[in-house]
């Protein structure tokens, strides 16, 4: 990845060796949210108004996947011309939340299984005139563990 890549939606991650998405927590209750909550907490037995940032967990395990055969509509930029088919993950991480994405690059639903552990990585989402832009992906686990032994 480039240096001038930056994030496509600024704040919903972080980049680095070690990326994770930043969500928020209730100073009153302590109920996490992603994205990051700024008017009111979501537990509706809370009346919450002050939140935390806080880094949510890079591993996670996989609660629902599809592919995305059909190009999505705008404001959906494709990556590629003719548009290349991609897998979406639903994936629960130890806070409990269900935060869904694009599984990383070169993965497919053949390699995702429910309850699998994927981990979070960044990697390029479109370049426009600015760039290189980012989003996070989810990444099978056991995929990353052999790329790093090859």
Known sequence: MSETATPAVEGWFTTGAEPALIGTKCQSCGTISFPRETTFCKNPSCSGEEFADTELSRRGTVWSYTDAQYQPPPPYIPSSDPYVPFALAAVELPEGLVILGQVADG????????????????????????????????????????????
């Open 107 to 150: 993965y497919g639903v053949d390699d995702l299984k429910v309850g699998n552990t994927v981990e979070l990585v960044v990697e390029p989402l479109y370049t426009d005139e600015t760039g290189v832009r980012t989003t996070w992906r989810w990444k099978p686990v056991a995929a990353a563990v052999q790329e790093s032994q090859s």
